[in-house]
């Protein structure tokens, strides 16, 4: 299903506090459902560029984190112009959204059981791919500390590892991974060190995962070529063949300038 | 609200700038919608070299206040590749097409300018002249003489319509259009990005944050550069100026029209919004209208 072309509005619904974490709802009337994995380049219609000279000018990308009857979810940290801007968004006010864009997650190969790894705001799209897959499946889950530990509330069956040790496992969530990966298929998205840990470690254990990665983009839709990520066969544009790439044509999940 | 431009028939006068939009891969993202409300009046392609080109290494992208700075290097599949793959899907386009070649010596550039040149799929060539002569050293879009003898070469090639993309990174732009118009060019087009660099915020040595180091800035950043190189050019020649640079709305290409441009080019407005281009179209004609009466 191909995305409707063009940006267009959407009324923000709600707007939610998850500990570090904003969860903002918003209507999409005419958009298609999108695939669990799938992303939408967002901004908002006031105070967005558009000519007075100030950050934010391009949108930017999120994964979705849950779709249920036309409303879809975002989960966003504010940590910088664009997400500073998109965390104060009110009910009443109007998103910019073009999409769904991108690939998505697809299903686990024969006789693997589905495993989500997650770190930090990267939980997003596992979210989703586990509302389509069932509750079933473990998530692991790291987050820096307890508050940001909090967004582990939106997956069901968290497994949780903090960096500061306040929830959870004190330490890495690929720690948690070591005695889990019989006969699974890893979905994976987050920070760049610890996609990378991910791919690696599925990589000596011979684990097919499919990675969720980020880069900036300018557009989403292949135009500006600004996205691309280094593979086995060359530079791809992440916007059209990701966000969700196979591990197994990566040499890197953390090329230079990803997570920034 | 149709337009002449180089013998072409338009139906408004708004495209695209060379390698902001990417008509196969949204046709991918966006389906038959995209042709159905296709935005621009002609369709201009990325960048077409001799050979296929990886592009620059990422980072590639760095978000500037109304704009932003890019270091794509040029990916393209060459000129077999292209042939080959890309021409088919444009021809399929419901506007003419543009094709845009860059070479690094006079003789790159009379290949690519003599392949396309018997293709009826396409209705003219936009030079891309901002990349060094590897044989002179010189810019070949920076320097009068340098433009002037790239197309006393390729003039004699084709009768399609030669389109000169001319630098902002020039002394004087103005002299370099007219010696592309003397030495037989169809039309020029401008502003190409102007050149600029961003350092990595989380570098303690200052590095450059682009993959290529320094970029092309483009966006309404450039919108004020851009209107003053379309006046000068338009002054200094007698033939048609497509005009771009940070145009975002309908009034600005109004505005870049009474500054002498006879196309304008949207680009980087395209990346918020893959259909600005057919808004900005909407907001001209229905300006062009009023002004009229």
């Known amino acids: 299903m191909s995305a409707p072309f063009g940006c267009r509005a959407a009324t923000v619904t709600a707007r939610e506090s998850h500990g570090a974490y904003v969860v903002i709802r918003c209507q999409d009337p005419t958009g298609p459902r999108p695939r669990p ?6 901004r908002t219609a006031e105070r967005w560029g ?88 473990l998530a692991f889950l790291g987050f820096r500390d307890a508050l940001h530990a909090h967004g582990a509330a939106l997956l069901a069956n968290p497994v949780v590892a903090t960096d500061d040790g306040s929830v959870g496992h004190h330490g890495l969530v690929t720690d948690l991974l070591q005695n889990e ?27 097919p995962a499919q990675l969720a990665l980020e880069s900036g983009m300018a557009c989403g839709f292949g135009a500006c070529f600004g996205c691309v990520v280094p593979t086995t066969d060359g530079y791809v544009r992440l916007c059209l ?9 990566l040499r890197t999940a953390a090329p230079a300038g990803a997570g920034h | ?39 621009f009046a002609a369709f201009v392609s990325k960048t077409v070299t001799l050979e296929p080109r990886q592009g620059n290494p990422p980072p590639r992208l760095w978000e500037l206040a109304g704009g932003l700075i890019n270091s794509i290097g040029l990916p393209n599949k060459g000129l077999a590749g292209y042939l080959e793959h890309d021409l088919p899907e444009l021809a399929e386009l419901p506007v003419p097409l543009i094709v845009n070649v860059m070479g690094f010596s006079r003789d790159e550039v009379a290949a690519l300018v003599g392949a396309f040149a018997e293709r009826e799929e396409v209705s003219a060539l936009e030079l891309n002249v901002s990349c060094p002569n590897v044989e002179t050293g010189l810019m070949m879009g920076a320097d009068p003489g340098e433009v002037g003898r790239l197309l006393e070469r390729v003039r004699p090639l ?9 630098t902002p990174n020039a002394t004087d732009v103005p002299s370099v259009a007219r010696a592309a118009q003397d030495a037989g060019a169809d039309a020029v087009s401008l502003i190409n990005t102007l050149r600029g660099m961003a350092i990595d915020p989380r570098s303690r040595t200052g590095e450059p944050w682009l993959g290529g180091t320094t970029g092309g800035v483009s966006g309404p950043a450039v919108r004020a550069v851009a209107l003053a190189q379309v006046h000068d ?51 001209l004609v229905e300006l062009l209208a009023n002004s009229a009466v």
């Open chain 1, 37 to 42: 994995g799938q992303f939408y380049m967002l």
């Open chain 1, 50 to 137: 558009g000519g007075d000279g100030e950050r934010p000018f391009l949108p930017r990308a999120f994964s979705v984190l849950r779709a249920h009857d036309h409303e879809l979810h975002f989960l966003i940290e504010d940590v910088g112009p664009g997400t500073n801007r998109l965390c104060e968004l009110e009910p009443g006010e109007e998103l910019l959204l073009v999409g769904p864009l991108g690939n998505g997650f697809l299903a686990p190969r024969e006789d693997r059981r589905p495993l989500l790894v997650g770190g930090g705001v990267g939980i997003a799209p596992l979210a989703i791919w586990q509302d389509e897959l069932g509750p079933d499946p």
């Open chain 1, 181 to 207: 990966l019989e006969e699974v298929e890893v979905y994976a998205c987050g920070p760049p060190q610890m996609l990378e840990a991910v791919r690696e470690l599925c990589a000596d254990r011979g684990v």
């Open chain 1, 241 to 249: 063949d990701g966000p969700v790439l196979d591990a197994s044509i």
């Open chain 2, 1 to 39: 609200m149709s337009v002449e431009f180089c013998g072409l028939e338009l139906e408004h006068p708004i495209i695209n700038g060379s390698g902001t939009f990417d008509a196969i891969a949204a046709r991918r993202a966006f389906g038959d919608e995209l042709i159905e409300r296709f935005p």
């Open chain 2, 158 to 166: 084709t009768a399609k319509p030669l389109i000169v993309k001319l």
């Open chain 2, 233 to 283: 050019v338009a002054q200094a020649v007698e033939i048609p100026v497509v005009g771009m640079g940070g145009v975002q709305r309908g009034v600005e290409a109004l505005d870049l029209m009474h500054a002498g441009a006879t196309l304008v080019a949207v680009g980087t407005e395209s990346f918020r919004d893959p259909a600005a281009g057919g808004r900005v179209a909407n907001e």
